[in-house]
T-cell receptor, first 114, second 114 residues
Framework: DVKVTQSSRYLVKRTGEKVFLECVQD?????MFWYRQDPGLGLRLIYF???????EKGDIPEGYSVSREKKERFSLILESASTNQTSMYLC?????????????FGPGTRLLVL | DQQVKQNSPSLSVQEGRISILNCDYT??????FLWYKKYPAEGPTFLIS?????DKNEDGRFTVFLNKSAKHLSLHIVPSQPGDSAVYFC?????????????FGTGTRLTIIP
């Protein structure tokens, strides 16, 4: 079974704080993704990574950065948290090995920025 | 610009009846489509997919239909069960991206009434 874990289920941070969200997958997947989910907007892609040290901007990268130093771990960084970054953050991973593989998601981190 | 749209934010269906969830897309380059199901406080889980070379794919109680000329897909659940109550997201990808990047719709909350 694919397992994607996220470091925190709930986080409360203050405006201006630096926030780290960690994601780990145990299936040796090449691809990892960070999304945010907001009511009425669905899932929007923030950043993704094809390989270690590789990263690509998604649809809404502003205010975020990422780090992928190891294959199994993909971190999302909010350099200076703002209230409009209050959201549910979802990490996902997928394999590039064959065909059109699906993405497997973690349980999500609900972030509240005060 | 929302390339994948789910125009019904919510849907209520009687247990045992058919649930039909709809999704429209605007990008003609999309050639692979997926449905994900999401329970509260959990990450989305993959449900069923369809390639653009097909117009129907069936898996147990779940069937996805694709109408390429109308840029429309639908998910049929029959018979509907209380455990099907969840938010359903459709997603799409382009072949030159392989499996790396999915574009998600805004979601439809399905409620099955016992």
């Amino acid at each position: 079974d694919v397992k994607v874990t996220q470091s925190s289920r709930y986080l409360v941070k203050r405006t201006g704080e630096k926030v780290f969200l960690e994601c780990v997958q145990d299936m040796d997947h090449e691809n990892m993704f960070w999304y945010r989910q907001d009511p009425g907007l669905g899932l929007r892609l923030i950043y993704f990574s094809y390989d270690v040290k590789m990263k690509e901007k998604g649809d809404i990268p502003e205010g975020y950065s990422v780090s992928r130093e190891k294959k199994e771990r993909f971190s999302l960084i909010l350099e200076s948290a703002s209230t409009n970054q209050t959201s549910m953050y979802l990490c996902a991973s997928s394999s590039s090995s064959s065909g059109r593989e699906t993405q497997y998601f973690g349980p999500g981190t609900r972030l509240l920025v005060l | 610009d929302q390339q994948v749209k789910q125009n019904s934010p919510s849907l209520s269906v009687q247990e045992g009846r058919i649930s039909i969830l709809n999704c429209d897309y605007t990008n003609s380059m999309f050639d692979y489509f997926l449905w994900y199901k999401k329970y509260p406080a959990e990450g989305p889980t993959f449900l069923i997919s369809i390639s653009s070379i097909k117009d129907k794919n069936e898996d147990g109680r779940f069937t996805v239909f694709l109408n390429k000329s109308a840029k429309h897909l639908s998910l049929h659940i029959v018979p509907s069960q209380p455990g099907d109550s969840a938010v359903y997201f459709c997603a799409a990808s382009e072949s030159h991206f392989g499996n790396e990047k999915l574009t998600f719709g805004t979601g439809t909350r399905l409620t099955i009434i016992p």
